[in-house]
């Protein structure tokens, strides 16, 4: 089975598993188990040397039940069309956990950005937007940046999306530049979220944040900010890893000296004070909280037992395979599901639609309280449920996240 | 927009905090003796319901400024009133409609600086 099928597989498995203990009613399951659109385009695009090249796109909406479809597109050269429906329907939970308004959608292009220069990026995106303009709008489906993607890419889906229509639709993407009606606080609401999450469990579970020992996998977009946004709030980050190796120093890093080096050397590999790890050892280390902030399937049935932290907080997407969390959770350790966890990312692209919608800007002060109260009650939801039903986290989070749609289905009933 | 910082503190915290007026940037202050308690109902031990709760004696520190003063003021504060122990107080931000100076009836941010 390829990546893609896998997680196809995992997701279908999670709402079966859900639909049980929650006795979902038959028909809503099977609604549930299928997307609602999967639209496969092709890309034929001009490339640099005056050859043509046509990629394959994608991009699937789960549900709309609870209001427009959102999520991600990824450029990535073996993503798949199962793939894309996986993350389409984690999208609808996300949504439904921190209950925003909206569906799940997942959008892809098979390509790989590394070999394409910026105007062939460029083309692609806008050729791309404009075979699945049809399907996207402010009222029906908002993408947002994924893997390979960043703020200059969503400024060309709303420039092409806006030509399209013959006025500026800067509602139609999230995760745009500040300067085209993008949200303060928005780069760093990922991160935010994991933190306040974090915050709302110490809390939770009695424990005091300062001294923590915090090993955080990754220090990109998300995992740079946890471990700044930790060591203000007294956490000693002992651990850090990005794909080419990791480093480790028991007594704790000096992030501001991290960030200067990791800006210098474009890595935190080779930061002097600290010991050189592999990212599998560092995964295994002594500590009291570990945040997996970089790719899927981290915590495998093959480390869970090795896993020390007690702790584990899931900034990544996927990070721990279903037999892994049985390992966990056998072991005692505490985990915060990823569909809980990362949706600082979600909600304030909510918020930048919103201010788009409505034409006017928030402060960062502003956006942070209010992603700190969206948070912080999708956190006490999902715990009240986990202590009532004595079930994880994870569980609780989909059983939120799956009743929250089913009733939205229940109530609107089907047509005709 | 103005936001109102209110802070209950520990009566010997006063003097630091006024010490540092001029620091933290606040461009008025307002000081009232108060007596209350938070959760521990105004025991040092963990208390049983039973018994009567005490209030205690606080200062109560009111200070107006302008929102992107805030985060830096709340910290400053947070630490000087600091003790290590339960009951060194609370902080709250409060939104601010609006503010007008008598004498020249300048209003908003006009009013305070």
Not at chain 1, 4 to 13: C, I, K, S
Not at chain 1, 295 to 300: A, D, F, K, S, V
């Amino acid at each position: 089975m390829n990546k893609g099928e896998n997680l196809w597989q995992t997701a279908l498995q999670q709402l079966n598993e859900t639909a049980k203990r929650i006795n979902l009613e038959p028909w809503i399951h099977k609604k549930l188990r299928k997307s609602k659109r999967e639209l496969t385009v092709s890309i034929p695009v001009k490339m640099d040397n005056g050859s043509v090249e046509v990629f394959t796109g994608y991009r699937v909406q789960h549900n709309i039940t609870r209001g427009p479809a959102k999520g991600g597109i990824r450029y990535s050269p073996e993503v798949t069309l199962d793939e894309v429906k996986a993350l389409a329907m984690l999208m609808t939970w996300k949504c439904a956990v921190v209950n925003l308004p909206y569906g799940g959608a997942k959008g892809a292009v098979v390509c790989n950005p590394l070999k394409m220069s910026a105007g062939e990026l460029e083309r692609v995106t806008r050729r791309y937007t404009s075979e699945i303009i049809s399907i996207i709008g402010p009222e029906k489906d908002i993408p947002a940046p994924d893997i390979s993607t960043d703020s200059q890419t969503m400024a060309w889906i709303m420039d092409t999306y806006s030509i399209d229509k013959g006025y500026s639709v800067p509602g139609v993407v999230t995760g745009k530049p500040i300067a085209i009606g993008g949200s303060e606080g928005r780069s760093k609401s990922t991160g935010r979220g994991v933190v306040y999450t974090l915050l709302n469990t110490l809390k939770h579970l009695n424990l005091d944040i300062e001294g923590k020992k915090v090993i955080v996998q990754g220090y990109g977009k998300v995992g740079s900010v946890v471990v700044d946004l930790l060591s203000k709030e007294g956490c000693k980050i002992i651990g850090v890893s990005e794909i080419d190796g990791g480093i480790h120093n028991p007594n704790g890093l000096n992030v501001g000296k991290l960030w200067k080096h990791k800006k210098r050397e474009g890595s935190v590999a080779k930061f002097k004070e600290a010991d050189s790890i592999t990212n599998k050892g560092l995964l295994q280390l002594k500590c009291d909280i570990l945040i997996p902030a970089a790719c899927e399937n981290q915590i495998t049935k093959d480390n869970a037992s090795r896993i020390r932290a007690k702790i584990i907080v899931e900034a990544a997407n996927g990070p721990t395979t279903p037999e892994a969390d049985k390992i966990l959770k056998e072991k005692g350790a505490f985990v915060v599901p990823d569909i809980l966890a990362n949706t600082g990312g979600v909600t304030v692209s909510y918020f930048e639609w919103v201010q788009g919608l409505q034409s006017y800007f928030w402060t960062e002060r502003e956006v942070n309280l209010k992603l700190r109260d969206i948070m912080t009650k999708a956190f006490y939801k999902v715990w009240e449920i986990s202590l009532k039903e004595e079930i994880s986290m994870r569980e609780a989070a989909y059983t939120l996240a799956v009743n929250r749609v089913a009733e939205a289905t229940r109530i609107r009933g089907l047509y005709p | 927009m103005l936001k109102k910082i209110e802070c209950i503190i520990q009566p010997q915290k006063l003097d630091k905090i006024k010490e540092a007026f001029g620091k933290l940037g606040a461009e008025g202050i307002t000081v009232s003796e108060v007596r209350g308690c938070g959760l521990q109902r105004g025991y040092k031990e963990k208390s049983l319901s039973s018994r009567p709760i005490r209030l205690l004696p606080k200062v109560k520190i009111e200070i107006i400024t302008e929102e992107e003063r805030v985060e830096k003021m709340v910290e400053s504060i947070r630490s000087l009133a600091e003790t290590g122990q339960i009951g060194a107080g609370k902080i709250f931000v409060l939104p601010v409609e609006d503010a007008l100076r008598v004498r020249t009836k300048e209003t908003g941010r006009r009013a305070i600086e």
